[in-house]
C-alpha cells in the first residue's frame, strides 16, 4: 500500500517497486503508476485515471536505458 499523507488541503503519495534481474524497467514502471494511480483514487474518486497516469509520467525521473 503506497504511503500517503494529507495535511494542509495537499496530498503526497509514495509509489515504488523493486527491480531484480529478470525484471523489466518498463514493466515495472507501468506498474508504479497504476499504484499510485489506485491510491489516488482513493483520495479522490472522481478523479479521471488518465490525468493521473500522465501527471504522474511527466513528474517521475526518467528510467535509465
Known sequence: IPPTLLAGGES???A???IVLQSDPE???E???LKAAAA???I???ID????SLALQSAAP???R
Open 44 to 46: 479522490d474518486p472522481g
Open 62 to 64: 526518467a528510467l535509465p
Open 12 to 14: 503526497t503519495l509514495g
Open 31 to 33: 506498474e508504479m503508476l
Open 27 to 29: 514493466q515495472e514502471h
Open 40 to 42: 489516488l483514487r482513493a
Open 49 to 52: 485515471p488518465t490525468s493521473i
Open 16 to 18: 515504488g517497486g523493486a
